[in-house]
């Protein structure tokens, strides 16, 4: 059976008309009817009228009717001030023949209201306030204006496209010219509500919204999609809308607004004055067309927009939804930082993951046996490279019956593990959504029994085909499924091991092989009736969340870890994400950068790409380039496909090998500083990787740069992604009295923009900003969780002031006592020729490890020696001497839980 299917789908992946499989397997617009009904709404004056005269006011909300004038259909309209200035905009039907679908669970907890005042009521326009925002809800046509102050930053319905196609009572018009691809959109809807809830039709039931951003010269966010990060106007020239549809993309395309495996209805309209996001809560297909008054024949169509601004730069979204109701979120900014703290407010964050989750990990379809594991180990430990966890694909268990381990293959998992842990490392292992249709299999009997799959409309099991042939689905959205699956995760618990086995979850959009767009129907019924039209797209989310919960019941003590290909806005609270199935060219390696930063501004900061390209073989110059590249996204793992030649980076040559190794070094060198910027993703809500807009936001020229990262604001690095580069145009932000100091030789630049830097094959060019304090362990070892005892170096790397600051977050890496105030948490300043070291909160934590080295950037000249004073040395001259540019404080010897002075003479 594996074979047979191994090598239909050999065909699908290596076949060479490819992109037209791609493209020929997935809808476009036209073919999908309701976005096809939607995206031909015409711009202009809104048929929908908010009755101000009728209005409920409380004190964090305003409610009133939206009247459909030309269907005569009544809505109701709630705009409610959230805390961290927020809007939310809800519009329902008033009495729907059937209730629409609201979306569960995605929130982090309902959002905390803010008090609102009514400055201005009449029947023409309402205006309230909250804090410095502003709202004016105008009746006729119906739109909500948003101020930031006195500035107009965006407009509910700018250009009239807001629609709520209200539940019907007869069949739409628009039925009957389906093609076979249409037939799972709203064509199905008629017979799956006769047998589940009365025989009465449920009609065409999409919603529509726009938004004019005033002022905006780019809009960003939207993943997943492998395209740049600055979001493209759609239409011209046959620019499909973003599709978000999480899908199971074969050999995805680049450059591409085509749905992948995940789908974050969130964007971010971006000025040098202004930034303000916008959320759609919705988990059906959704589409979004996007214009950009900057591109060609846009200006002239943009009609009805604020008077006498139409030379103004400007952004639309149009936001289009098969189903549910109408759940916006308006983030009112001002800046990308407020956005991106207001998003996770809403959605919330990354919970600190355990220390060896940020180091490498080394993945393949398939390690094949015990052995190949243990052999691949060994290996990375003859030649010296770092490698903390390794992974198995599906090929480890009994048969593709998920939570059960081959018998020959894999027949002492414990043993392994114990193997593994006894050099500290870790094992993470796949589980899928789909259940082996087998009988014997205990998870599809007691299933079976137990009713708990997802069902056809005519009310029988769905059955699909996934990896282990016939499959059927859980119904995840219910309650008892929910539980019952959560406690599967302790059958992967073994006694006596220091490390827990943590889980991949994949193939959860969900993937069907024979499924319409290789997915579910979307007519199959989900738990309480609903169709999985309706919540399709947090199908992979819910499995997630399952997955970590579960695996924090089988240890509540320690941090679970979770890999997800699926994701919706707020998977950052269960689980990492990878990019999915991308292919071993220089085009996916230069997506890498963009995709993660789209999903770090969406609060998904924990994102790599398969290091390396999942399908085909990378040449050897691109592999080294991805490495070098990798090393600097969050997550960061080797992967590739069952059918490419083995490529563990010791089987390379020297040269290779020497630079693949230099390259995971440094990753490891900088783990400290992931992991603290990591806490403080989760305390302050930023993201750990950063478009360079997010941290110059008034500088017009970084706007469409999505080949550089920063990490936090200190770190900049610049990918390369094509072959025999010999320089790189790097742009340094900041102007001329910001400084940039180049890793490699700690050469100093201004921040002068774009500038020429050579490179060779070594390395990338990659920076440390002028005032940011970097601690690192630069004692190479074999594995993170053995450098723990290592000390540390602090890299100070001076403005033009002469001062630098930095942060060092320090606990025990794995368990949850850091929440009862068991962590350090230090603060680094340099200023006036001194270096000192305090803790931010008053809490403790019993570190021991010492400071080795301090190498100052940019130092000042003709330091003969320093002075180090604290309470256990009491005060010590310690040696200096210059390398290059730099000072080298020689063996500080302080430990790095005890505050100190070093002072320069
Ligand atoms: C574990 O390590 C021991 C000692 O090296 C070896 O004999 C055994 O085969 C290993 N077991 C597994 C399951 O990897
Ligand atoms: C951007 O802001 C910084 C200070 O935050 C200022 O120094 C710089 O001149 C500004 N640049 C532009 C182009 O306005
Ligand atoms: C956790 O990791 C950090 C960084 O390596 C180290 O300083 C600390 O001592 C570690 N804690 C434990 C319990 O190993
Ligand atoms: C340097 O100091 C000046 C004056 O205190 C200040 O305006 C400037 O922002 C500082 N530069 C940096 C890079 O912090």
Redesign the pocket.
């Known amino acids: 059976m594996h074979l047979v299917w191994r090598n239909i789908f050999s065909f699908f992946l290596f076949c060479h008309i490819c992109l037209a499989v791609v493209k020929d397997n997935f809808k476009e617009c036209e073919q999908s009817s309701f976005c096809r009904r939607l995206r031909n709404l015409k711009p202009g004056d809104s048929k929908y009228v908010l009755n101000l005269n009728n209005l409920h006011v409380s004190e964090n909300s305003v409610e009133t009717e939206l009247w459909n004038s030309e269907e005569n259909v009544k809505f109701k309209l709630v705009l409610t001030a959230l805390a961290g200035d927020m809007f939310r905009v809800y519009a329902d039907e008033v009495s729907p023949i059937y209730p629409r679908y609201r979306v569960q669970g995605v929130l982090n907890g309902e959002p905390q209201v803010e008090r609102l005042d009514v400055l201005k009521r009449d029947k023409d326009e309402v205006i309230v306030q909250s804090g410095d925002n502003k709202a004016v809800l105008k009746s006729e046509p119906f739109k909500i204006e948003f101020y930031k102050a006195s500035n107009l930053v965006a407009v509910v319905n700018g250009r009239g496209l807001f629609d709520i196609e209200h539940l019907r009572t007869k069949k739409s018009e628009t039925e009957g010219e389906e093609n076979s691809l249409q037939k799972e959109d709203a064509g199905a809807w008629e017979e799956n509500f006769k047998s589940h809830h009365d025989s009465k039709p449920r009609g065409p039931e999409g919603v529509s919204l726009d938004i004019h951003f005033p002022g905006a010269l780019r809009i960003y966010g939207l993943p997943e999609h492998a395209d740049k990060l600055a979001l493209r106007t759609t239409g011209l020239g046959g620019v499909e809308p973003y599709r978000l549809y999480n899908l199971d993309v074969f050999e995805y395309i680049v450059d591409s607004t085509m749905a992948l495996y995940g789908a974050v209805p969130v964007v971010f309209a971006h000025s040098?004055t202004n930034t303000v996001g916008a959320f759609w809560l919705n988990a059906a297909e959704t589409w979004v067309d996007i214009k950009n008054s900057k591109d060609q024949n846009v200006v002239s169509s943009l009609v009805n927009l604020v008077s006498g601004q139409a030379s103004e730069s400007s952004v639309d979204a149009h936001f289009m939804s098969e189903s549910g109701v109408v759940d916006l979120f308006i983030l009112m900014g001002p800046k990308p930082k407020d956005c991106a703290k207001q998003y996770t407010k809403l959605t919330g964050v990354a919970p600190l993951p355990q220390y060896y989750t940020l180091a490498y990990h080394q993945c393949r379809w398939n390690y094949i046996t015990e052995d190949d594991v243990t052999t691949v180990v060994k290996n990375f430990d003859d030649y010296n490279m770092p490698v903390d966890t390794m992974w198995l694909d599906i090929e480890y268990t009994d048969g593709k019956k998920y939570f059960t381990w081959d018998p020959i293959k894999f027949a002492h998992p414990d043993q392994m593990l114990k193997n593994l842990s006894s050099t500290g490392r870790n094992l993470v292992v796949i589980i899928d959504p789909h259940v082996k249709r087998e009988g014997g299999y205990f998870l599809h009997e007691e299933a079976l029994a137990n009713d708990y799959y997802v069902k056809t409309k005519d009310g029988n099991v769905y059955e699909g085909w996934c990896w282990p042939g016939s499959s059927s689905y859980p119904d995840f959205f219910n309650p008892t499924v929910f539980n019952y699956y959560k406690g599967l995760y302790s059958k992967l618990k073994y006694e006596n091991v220091d490390s827990d086995v943590m889980i991949w979850n994949d193939m959860n959009e969900p993937s069907v092989f024979n499924g319409p767009e290789i997915t579910m129907p979307k007519d199959c019924l989900h738990y309480g009736g609903w169709e999985h039209r309706h919540l399709h797209n947090i199908y992979g989310i819910v499995y997630t969340a399952i997955t970590y919960e579960g695996l924090l019941a089988r240890n509540p003590n320690k941090r679970p870890f979770v890999l997800t290909r699926a994701h919706f806005a707020g998977s950052q609270r269960f689980a990492a994400v990878w990019t999915g199935d991308n292919n071993a060219d220089w085009k996916h390696l230069a997506a890498s950068f963009p995709m993660c930063l789209s999903e770090a501004l969406a609060g998904i900061s924990f994102c790599g790409a398969d290091v390396g390209g999942f399908f085909n073989n990378p040449e050897p110059e691109l592999l080294q380039r991805w490495y070098q590249a990798g090393i600097w996204l969050p997550f960061f793992r080797a992967h590739a496909h069952i059918d490419t030649r083995r490529r563990e980076p010791y089987l390379f040559a020297e040269d290779i090998r020497n630079r693949i190794r230099t390259s995971l070094r440094l990753r490891y060198a900088h783990l400290p500083l992931w992991y603290t910027v990591f806490y403080e993703h989760e305390r302050f809500g930023e993201p750990v990787i950063r478009p360079l807009f997010y941290e110059y936001p008034?500088?017009s020229e970084v706007i469409d740069i999505d080949n550089q990262v920063l990490v936090a604001d200190s770190v900049l690095v610049h990918l390369i992604s094509e072959p025999g580069a010999t320089t790189a145009n790097v742009y340094l932000p900041g102007?001329r009295s910001t400084y940039w100091y180049d890793i490699r030789d700690f050469r100093k630049r201004e921040g002068n923009g774009f500038t020429s830097v050579p490179v060779n094959l070594d390395s990338i060019p990659v920076f440390y900003k002028g005032g940011s304090i970097i601690s690192r362990k630069n004692r190479p070892r074999r594995a993170s969780t053995l450098m723990h005892k290592d000390p540390y170096s602090l890299y100070v790397a001076l403005d033009n002031n002469k001062s630098a600051k930095g942060t060092l977050y320090i606990d025990d890496n794995e368990s949850f006592e850091y929440k009862k105030q068991k962590y350090l948490y230090l603060q680094f300043e340099f200023k006036n020729n001194e270096l000192s070291s305090s803790l931010i909160d008053n809490t403790d934590y019993e570190s021991v490890e010492w400071i080795e080295r301090v190498v100052i950037l940019g130092a000042p000249t003709e330091v003969s020696k320093a002075v180090i004073t604290s309470k256990t040395l009491g005060s010590v001259d310690l040696e200096t001497h210059y390398e290059g540019d730099a000072l080298i404080i020689r063996k500080p010897g302080v430990c790095v839980r005890e505050a100190f002075v070093i002072k320069l003479v």
């Open positions: 040098t008034n500088d102007g």
